[in-house]
T-cell receptor, first 110, second 114 residues
Framework: QKEVEQDPGPLSVPEGAIVSLNCTYS??????FMWYRQYSRKGPELLMY????GNKEDGRFTAQVDKSSKYISLFIRDSQPSDSATYLC??????????FGTGTSLTVIP | KAGVTQTPRYLIKTRGQQVTLSCSPI?????VSWYQQTPGQGLQFLFE???????NKGNFPGRFSGRQFSNSRSEMNVSTLELGDSALYLC?????????????FGDGTRLSIL
């Protein structure tokens, strides 16, 4: 079983839609959770970073962690064509070993 | 503040050759990690360096090696290249890799093996 599982998509939504991206993880020791956005021909860019359970909001983006079910979510409100990218979830424990999902490809259609 | 810089951006090699990739971390960051990214496997961890020492290692053969210099810059070397080594190689840096510090990535080196 992989440490982090992510639905690869692809996901295609109309502009203005609410997007929900999800991951599950296997190790309850993971405490830190991240979402990265990767545009074509670029490296992953840190989008959201959360610690333990709960929600974190930044503009149109909300990251949610449910440690009881080992579930990570990223919500994008009022999606824009510029949000079209691959989204990677990631997690780590107190050490420096990061575990990444395989990424979900998102296309927002104008 | 400059981000993580990787050079070169693109490389084309043939089977059997070797290659060296370079990574300059964000100023002040001392932990540097390397990843291989392919469409089917996603991001796979190669190794992490901190204070010129390899601190963590993924499940890659010994043909993949790295080092870190006293200024935290890092290099990755792949010897006896195989077709399957074609991938995007990403470098990521963090302050010291402990606690909750996230990693910040460069734009990668795209390696193509002919």
């Amino acid at each position: 079983q992989k440490e982090v599982e992510q639905d690869p998509g692809p996901l295609s939504v109309p502009e203005g839609a609410i997007v929900s991206l999800n991951c599950t993880y296997s190790n309850s020791a993971f405490q830190y959770f991240m979402w990265y956005r990767q545009y074509s021909r670029k490296g992953p860019e840190l989008l959201m970073y959360t610690y333990s359970s709960g929600n974190k909001e930044d503009g149109r983006f909300t990251a949610q962690v449910d440690k009881s079910s080992k579930y990570i979510s990223l919500f994008i409100r009022d999606s824009q064509p510029s949000d079209s990218a691959t989204y990677l979830c990631a997690t780590k424990n107190t050490g420096n070993q990061f575990y990444f999902g395989t990424g979900t490809s998102l296309t927002v259609i104008p | 503040k400059a981000g993580v810089t990787q050079t070169p951006r693109y490389l084309i090699k043939t089977r059997g050759q070797q290659v060296t990739l370079s990574c300059s971390p964000i100023s002040g960051h001392r932990s540097v990690s390397w990843y291989q990214q392919t469409p089917g496997q996603g991001l796979q961890f190669l190794f992490e360096y901190f204070s010129e020492t390899q601190r963590n290692k993924g499940n890659f053969p010994g043909r993949f090696s790295g080092r870190q210099f006293s200024n935290s810059r890092s290099e990755m070397n792949v010897s006896t290249l195989e077709l399957g080594d074609s991938a995007l190689y990403l470098c990521a840096s963090s302050l010291d890799g402990q606690g909750g510090q996230p990693q910040h990535f460069g734009d990668g080196t795209r390696l193509s093996i002919l």
